[in-house]
């Protein structure tokens, strides 16, 4: 099924050729780095578990540095998608790519559940993050710099039963980031925190994303969280792209404005006429 890439604004709709330019500017802020990000392609992507076909010929291009948040009812697929491109599943069909230059090294998982070691201080959990590099002479060097870069640098030689959740949740992200990922991918790592947790955290997503430049691929159930965190926000519906929406909003995002406001309402409008079309 092919969608057209649209943009929403508060009264007004304007429909984006399907083959529209995959490094055009999509947001109207000046963005204060310059992508180091992955670009990621992905065509005729598809996948099932036993008789159950889950995604259904996924196409989609993602530039370099683009923050992608996908939405979608549960059992739609989108957690199956980013497994795939994080390569955590192997696919039946098609073929994902991020360029000539990729390794492996190059992407990062966050999930839900912090999955730290609890028999290893904060310091050490940050530099499980960096794999074989681990046993570098910067290894220490760098994973206090990822604390840092998250606000928990003065916690580096607590254990993590000690920690709140979203503390256990900012280790994990220095864990992420800490071998300077090109794409980071996120399968919603806030949902189990508190609303106002939840809002910090999102916040300390885009200003890592913006420092770092890596292109973002966030899984959310979360639609103002996707409104207010991605440039563009994929809805998938029975293991298709349903829609491909451009959050043409300027940064920093200011949480419940008008703007806002209208693009989730029009995202969770299409959501919920799903139920109308089955």
Do not use: Y
Not at 16 to 41: C, K, M, T, Y
Not at 78 to 107: M, N, P, V
Not at 147 to 169: F, I, N
Not at 240 to 255: C, E, F, K, L, Q
Request: neutral net charge; glycine residues 8%.
């Amino acid at each position: 099924m092919q969608t057209a890439l649209r943009t929403i604004l508060p009264e007004t709709e304007l429909a984006i050729p399907a083959n529209f330019a995959p490094h055009a500017r999509v947001a109207r802020e000046e963005r204060p780095f310059q992508a180091s990000g992955l670009p990621l392609s992905i065509r005729g992507l598809r996948k099932s578990f036993g008789d159950n076909e889950v995604l259904r010929g996924i196409d989609l291009h993602i530039p370099a540095g683009q923050f992608v948040a996908i939405v979608g009812k549960s059992g739609c697929g989108k957690s199956t998608l980013l497994r795939l491109i994080a390569g955590l599943e192997k696919i039946d069909a098609g073929s994902i790519s991020f360029g000539a230059d990729a390794q492996a090294a190059d992407i990062r998982v966050m999930f839900q559940e912090p999955r730290l070691l609890p028999w290893a201080r904060v310091l050490s959990n940050v530099e499980v993050g960096l794999g074989r590099d681990r046993a570098s002479d910067s290894a220490q060097s760098r994973a206090e710099k990822a604390l840092t870069e998250v606000g928990l640098v003065d916690k580096r030689d607590q254990w993590p039963s000690v920690l709140s959740g979203g503390q256990k949740q900012r280790v994990a992200l220095a864990r992420a980031l800490v071998s300077r990922p090109r794409v980071l991918a996120f399968d919603e790592p806030l949902g189990a925190l508190d609303a106002l947790t939840r809002i910090s955290m999102q916040r300390l997503l885009e200003r890592v994303w913006r420092d770092q430049g890596f292109t973002a691929i966030l899984v959310t159930h979360d639609v103002s969280e996707a409104v207010a965190l991605a440039d563009r926000v994929l809805v998938i519906e029975e293991g298709r792209i349903a829609d491909d929406v451009m959050v043409n909003a300027s940064r920093p995002r200011v949480r419940g404005s008008v703007e806002l406001a209208a693009l989730e309402g029009s995202i969770l409008s299409h959501l919920l006429s799903a139920d109308d079309r089955t």
